[in-house]
Structure formats: structure tokens, C-alpha cells
């Protein structure tokens, strides 16, 4: 059951933006990393861009310079700014959260995700 609540997506043209968001509302858990995956048809599912809870952004080679993710660990909110968006960047989009140690153990796990959300992008 996913935990987490994204928006955002949706159908964009080539070289257009779209802005995801995500949330975690009525949760209690705290959180380490955030992120967002991707997964396109046939495709594994693959990192995207996370975000520490010191701060620090890592990025796929792929979203470098066009993506920029942002966020608020202890609101547990988490945006990914796309632009100029290609055809490959189409796919379905997940939220995810870490949770801290302390509430892994006790039922969390180690990963939170949300539903995903497609994005379309059209030459």
C-alpha cells in the first residue's frame, strides 16, 4: 500500500517542462534519502535523482543539467523540476522515501513508495 502521493505528470512536448510532486500525508515516519525512480516500458526501474538529508543532490547522467530536485525532510515533500523534456525521458515516475533506521525497524522497511505517476513526453 503505497504511502506516498504524487502529482505532475501528464503529457508534455519536446523541450517543455513538467514539475512532480510528492508528499506523505498523515505519516509518522522519519526519513534519511528521498528521491525519485523512473521505470519506462520494458525497462528496469532506475534512479532518477535523490536527495540527502544533509542536502546533497546525485542525478543519472541522462537529467543532468535539465532536472533539479528539491525538497523539505521534515515536511516530507519532495519535487523534481523537468525541463526540456525528450521523448525518452517518457516513462512512469515513483516517489521514494528512506526511512531512518529507527522506523525501518519497526515495520516501515527501508523503502516508501508512491504509486508513480506517468509522464508522456511527444516529439
Known amino acids: 500500500q503505497a504511502q506516498l502521493v504524487e502529482s505532475g505528470g501528464g503529457l508534455a512536448q519536446f523541450g517543455g517542462s513538467l514539475r512532480l510532486s510528492c508528499a506523505a500525508p498523515?505519516?509518522?515516519?522519519?526519513?534519511?534519502?528521498m528521491g525519485w525512480y523512473r521505470q519506462a516500458l520494458g525497462k528496469q526501474r532506475e534512479l532518477v535523482a535523490v536527495?540527502?538529508?544533509?542536502?546533497?543532490?546525485n542525478y543519472t547522467d541522462s537529467v543532468k543539467g535539465r532536472f533539479s530536485i528539491s525538497g523539505d525532510h521534515a515536511k516530507k515533500t519532495v519535487d523534481l523540476q523537468m525541463n526540456s523534456l525528450k521523448p525518452e525521458d517518457t516513462a512512469i515516475y515513483y516517489c521514494?522515501?528512506?526511512?531512518?533506521?529507527?522506523?525501518?525497524?519497526?515495520?516501515?522497511?527501508?523503502?516508501?513508495w508512491g504509486e508513480g505517476t506517468l509522464v508522456s513526453v511527444s516529439c
Open positions: 521514494h522515501m528512506e526511512p531512518t533506521a529507527w522506523w525501518s525497524r519497526r515495520g516501515y522497511g527501508k523503502n516508501v
Open positions: 536527495l540527502s538529508s544533509e542536502g546533497h543532490t
Open positions: 498523515g505519516t509518522v515516519f522519519k526519513i534519511n534519502a
